[in-house]
């Protein structure tokens, strides 16, 4: 088979699918997790240094042994994706929560002052105006996990899970460059896919460091 027919055929677009559902539910169950626990690691600094380690070290189990553990702990088959899923949620999370923590603190007391000063609550100061001005950092945060994502996947087709790894794992049974190369360019196409699309949501949502720059 050539490399186009590796790219193409119908089980790659299978595994393809199966691949862009491992890449993208981590990344926006983990964002969605990290935003309170960062927030609570910016509002009690007496909180941060314990979060930070906790997800710190969390983020340096290797990925292998959290998928074969995993299916023990939340009672799912060894091959299920369910198990990827998950561990990519914890190393997002693990990834994100001193990122949002380190956003949110860099907003200028003096600008959360003026905020308070214009008759905005607790809730509005952070909806309003600390958490959009730390986008960008959060977002540069979310572009390494987005792509670390997509590169941690392919190690789960080592235990059998279905997902374009398994082109790797035919390239080695087969001995065939190949399908290795194949894999190698959907895992490459997949992770700068997702680092525009992350890096669109937050130069959409914050067009006045678009106005910045044209300065």
Known sequence: MTIWSYLTNAQTMEWLVTTLWLAAVPIVVGLAVALPIGWVASRYRWSYPPIV??????????????????PGILGTGILSPVNVAVALTVYTIALLART??????????????????????????LLKVQLPLALP????????????????ISVG?????????????????????TPTIAGLIWFVVIALVFDAIVLLVVRSLTPWQRAVSAR
């Open 53 to 70: 380690s906790i997800f710190g070290i969390l983020y340096t189990i290797p990925s292998l042994v959290l998928f074969l553990v995993l």
């Open 100 to 125: 949002v923590a380190d956003g949110l603190s860099s907003v200028s007391q003096d600008t959360l002052a003026a905020a308070a000063a214009m008759g905005y609550t607790s809730r509005q100061r």
């Open 137 to 152: 950092v959060i977002g540069a945060g979310l572009r390494v996990a987005a792509v670390s994502n997509v590169s941690l």
């Open 157 to 177: 087709s080592v235990i059998g899970v279905s997902q374009l790894g398994g082109l790797f794992v035919t390239g080695y049974v087969n001995s065939s460059v």
